[in-house]
Every structure is written in structure tokens, then in C-alpha cells.
């Protein structure tokens, strides 16, 4: 009998450390995070390039946030062509770009944008298409005002919006322009 209870005994004590635990599988590795950027976007576009200047970027499952002090400028055949300025910027698949709101500076006619503002909800800028926002205020030296439900070219020749505001100045200008480096 004791030949029996040998190997028992030696059994129970055993058994708390062959018995399998909970799993000890690695944490998931966190995205890239990188600070101090500057990050050059080339999209499917012929001749385009976005340049941006952020604090930090993240990766975060293939979508990248430029994010903090961001700066971004685009330009077309080398040319800069506009401004933008926000507190984070998504890349998108596709090079689309997604902020919570953005301000603009459009060169070629001197435009001034502010595409939504905190609390009114996201700027998508698509690569192919252009601005689309939920409201924009639009300021030039022969145009003011605001709208909702916006979308545009980059070139502000094909807008569309809703519940418009606008006024033009009576045989002028509201002044001249502001943007640097813009012409009217």
C-alpha cells in the first residue's frame, strides 16, 4: 500500500506546478510613435505632395495621427499652393486626410478658411475631391461669409453648401491680402 502512496503523494505535490497557468502571450506591440516630425505625403495625384511639421506622429493599426503645433503645406508641380493648419491630421488609406477642424490659406486668390470649428464635427480632405466640412467660414479680399454643409475644390472654383452667407464688397475689395505669399 505504501508503494502506492509513494507516487500519490508525490503527485499532489506536484500538480500545482504542472498544471498549465494563465497564458503568457506577449502584450500587443504598441504603434510606432515618433517626435519631432516632419512627414512628406505623396499622393496618386500627379504632382502633388503635402509637407507637415508636427510634434509627434503615431501609427496606430496602419492609420497614421500627425498631431500638436501641425503645420501642413501643399504643393502642386512644386509650387506651394496652400496652407493648413490643425490640431491633429489622419491619414487615411488612400491619402485622405481627416481633422477634427482645420484653418487654410489658399495662394491663388488670397482665401482664408476655417473648415468646422471644435464641437461641429470633422474635415475630410479628400486627395481627388477636396474640402469637405460640415461648416466653413470663408474670408478673401472680395468675399466674406460662412456656410454649412461645404465641399470644394482645392481651387475653390466648384463649391457646393448649403444656408450660404456671403457678401461681396459694392465696386472693390474688404482689403487687401493677407495670405502670405497669396495674389488675388
Known amino acids: ?88 491630421v489622419v491619414v487615411e488609406p488612400g491619402d485622405n486626410l481627416r481633422a477634427p477642424y482645420a484653418e487654410v490659406e489658399i495662394l491663388k486668390g488670397c482665401y482664408r478658411l476655417a473648415l468646422s470649428a471644435p464641437g461641429k464635427g470633422e474635415v475630410l480632405i479628400r486627395q481627388k475631391e477636396g474640402f469637405f466640412a460640415p461648416w466653413v467660414r470663408i474670408e478673401a479680399p472680395n468675399l466674406r461669409g460662412e456656410a454649412e454643409a461645404f465641399r470644394s475644390d482645392f481651387a475653390l472654383e466648384r463649391l457646393e453648401a448649403q444656408n450660404p452667407r456671403f457678401s461681396f464688397p459694392a465696386g472693390g475689395s474688404f482689403g487687401p491680402c493677407t495670405v502670405e505669399g497669396g495674389s488675388s
Do not use: C, H, N, Q
Not at 498549465?20 to 510613435?33: D, L, T
Not at 509637407?51 to 492609420?63: K, L, N, S, T, Y
Not at 509650387?79 to 491633429?88: K, T, V
Open 1 to 88: 500500500m505504501v508503494r502506492f502512496l509513494l507516487p500519490l503523494a508525490l503527485l499532489l505535490f506536484l500538480l500545482p506546478w504542472l498544471r498549465p497557468g494563465p497564458s503568457r502571450s506577449p502584450a500587443p506591440a504598441p504603434g510606432v510613435r515618433l517626435l519631432g516630425v516632419e512627414f512628406w505625403l505623396f499622393p496618386e495625384e500627379e504632382g502633388v505632395e503635402w509637407r507637415f511639421a508636427a510634434e509627434e506622429m503615431v501609427e496606430e493599426g496602419g492609420v497614421f495621427r500627425i498631431r500638436g503645433g501641425l503645420t501642413g503645406e501643399r504643393y502642386v508641380k512644386g509650387r506651394l499652393d496652400l496652407w493648413l493648419r490643425a490640431p491633429e
